[in-house]
């Protein structure tokens, strides 16, 4: 092979390689709440199926991430239920500046499988009452008939804040402190109600889509003005490529409509 060939072939591999789709295949480290964790996982798979890179996705409570992160645990990404720890991971130098965005809003709704209620839903085989007034699940809640409600912890999960300020609205948190059982996070507080060991509890209304209709029961989406916004956003804790290129999927129309039909808002819903 003449010298001349060599180089030729030489500064074909090098234009090549620089080529997007054939960048090197790259592990992209994603800390998820445990709300979005099944939502995750469906917009892990539609990315995977465009690029070479490959989505780990930890699940657990926002704060319990938020603490890890800050101990150096190696994201490359976080997913958080509230703005309130990715600004603060910002605000200690743990973030890049200018990444944080809002990726969904969350709906608090509180839910009793064994419930028949007044008005059912058929376009998703959930029942939901239409007032106050007449709302069966809200007259359980009051009179305390039940042996326990179940919600996230709310020092660790926004979520679980969030029903804790909708028990404060309605009276009924120091009333309930003896029947409240806190999970860690909002899947642990989901489990709970499932199982039977807590006859009803707050959780997030997104976890209701993916139930068998015979499942779902009853529940009461609580009004929004009886919490602050679960305005979930996520921040990218460094610059690699990869981990733009998630975030530009997670970013694009595609995936809005998958997090959308996953029963959450996002910027296009809200308006901004």
């Given at each position: 092979m003449t010298p001349r060939v060599s180089y030729f072939i030489f500064c074909s591999l090098l234009i090549f390689s620089s080529l997007p789709g054939t960048l090197e295949a790259a592990e992209?480290?994603?800390?998820?709440?445990?709300?979005?964790?099944?939502?995750?996982?469906?917009?892990?798979?539609?990315?995977e199926t465009q690029n070479n890179h490959r989505i780990v996705i930890a699940s657990g409570s926002t704060g319990k991430h938020f603490a890890q992160i800050s101990h150096g645990a190696p994201f490359d990404l976080f997913f958080a239920a509230d703005a309130k720890r990715p600004q603060l991971l910002e605000q200690q130098g743990l973030a890049i500046d200018g990444t944080r965005f809002t990726y969904a809003l969350g709906t608090l709704t509180l839910w009793q499988p064994e419930q028949t209620t007044n008005r059912s839903d058929n376009?998703?085989?959930?029942?939901?009452?239409?007032?106050?007034?007449s709302n069966s699940i809200l007259k359980t809640l009051k009179q305390a008939n039940f042996n326990y409600l179940a919600i996230a912890n709310p020092k660790l999960a926004p979520y679980g804040?969030?029903?804790k300020e909708s028990l404060q609205a309605?009276?009924?948190?120091?009333?309930?402190?003896?029947?409240?059982?806190?999970?860690?996070?909002?899947?642990?507080?989901?489990?709970?109600?499932?199982?039977?060991?807590?006859?009803?509890?707050?959780?997030?209304?997104?976890?209701l889509i993916h139930l068998d209709p015979d499942a779902r029961g009853g529940f009461w989406q609580i009004p929004p003005h009886y919490y602050q916004?679960?305005?979930?956003?996520?921040?990218?804790?460094?610059?690699?490529?990869?981990?733009?290129?998630?975030?530009?999927?997670?970013?694009?129309?595609?995936?809005?409509?998958?997090?959308?039909?996953?029963?959450?808002?996002?910027?296009?819903?809200?308006?901004?």
């Open positions: 992209i480290r994603v800390a998820v709440a445990s709300n979005f964790v099944v939502t995750m996982k469906l917009l892990a798979r539609s990315f376009s998703t085989g959930m029942r939901e009452t239409t007032s106050i007034e804040m969030a029903a309605l009276g009924l948190w120091e009333k309930l402190q003896t029947q409240i059982v806190r999970g860690e996070n909002i899947s642990q507080a989901f489990h709970f109600v499932y199982s039977g060991n807590a006859q009803l509890g707050f959780v997030a209304h997104a976890q916004p679960i305005e979930q956003q996520a921040v990218q804790l460094n610059d690699k490529a990869a981990t733009r290129a998630f975030v530009e999927y997670i970013r694009s129309p595609a995936a809005k409509l998958i997090i959308q039909q996953q029963g959450y808002l996002t910027s296009d819903t809200l308006g901004r």
